[in-house]
């Protein structure tokens, strides 16, 4: 089905493992992005990506590690998983410059770092 | 710096009741985007509706609506009618300006339930 695909929808993991959080989409947005969703604090941009091999910093890039070497991946990783990490993590995608464009997202994984 | 406010973060309804969730911007850039999202139980953010900062129009999808006014700098949303199914998480973001070094900066959202 055409759309946009997070896995898994549900991770718990330890501290200090590796975490590596997925994101498929089937429009061939050229825009990518990785929230984190927190009680209190709405949604927060960790990285972003403009294409395939281009990727910057959000508001909240510490600790997380993307690539996107396929138009349709943008993967997200926790090299070392913390439990402020515990949150709920939301990709999305957009067709154009992310200023007029509306972002559409995926389900959300939930991640608890125990 | 630019920062959305929803000061709401919480608003109970009976169903059919009118209901209004407010939005505050700052900007410095004469040219920005505004939208709203809506979050229901499920977890997926569901894309609303864009404004941008040059058409003041208010707009009416159904029993929808939204208010903008660049003189408070307000894009407030009103559900006319609530059903229960319009109980979810609402948010407001902004973006500003053309290009790829903008933000999409999110409020802090707010939780709308809707009683039978």
């Known amino acids: 089905d055409a759309g946009i695909t997070q896995s898994p929808r549900y991770k718990i993991t330890e501290t200090g493992r590796q975490v590596t959080l997925m994101c498929h989409q089937t429009w061939s947005h050229s825009y990518m992005f990785w929230y984190r969703q927190d009680l209190g604090h709405g949604l927060r941009l960790i990285y972003y990506?403009?294409?395939?091999?281009?990727?910057d910093k959000g508001e909240v890039p510490d600790g997380y590690v993307v690539s996107r070497s396929k138009t349709e991946n943008f993967p997200l990783t926790l090299e070392s998983a913390t439990r402020s990490q515990t949150s709920v993590y939301f990709c999305?995608?957009?067709?154009?410059?992310?200023?007029?464009?509306?972002?559409?997202f995926g389900p959300g994984t939930r991640l608890t770092v125990l | 710096a630019q920062k959305v406010t929803q000061a709401q973060t919480e608003i109970s309804v009976v169903e059919k009741e009118d209901v209004t969730l407010d939005c505050v911007y700052e900007?410095?850039?004469?040219?920005?985007?505004l939208f709203w999202y809506k979050q229901p139980p499920s977890g997926e953010l569901v894309f609303l509706i864009r404004?941008?900062?040059?058409?003041?129009q208010n707009e009416i999808s159904g029993r929808y609506s939204w208010n903008f006014q660049k003189s408070t700098s307000s894009f407030n949303f009103t559900i006319t009618a609530s059903q229960v199914v319009d109980s979810a998480v609402y948010f407001c973001a902004l973006s500003e300006g053309t290009g790829a070094n903008s933000k999409l900066t999110f409020g802090k959202g707010i939780t709308l339930s809707v009683r039978p």
């Open positions: 999305a995608s957009s067709e154009g410059g992310w200023s007029y464009n509306e972002q559409f």
């Open positions: 900007t410095r850039d004469t040219t920005y985007y």
């Open positions: 990506s403009a294409a395939a091999d281009i990727t």
């Open positions: 404004r941008n900062s040059f058409d003041e």
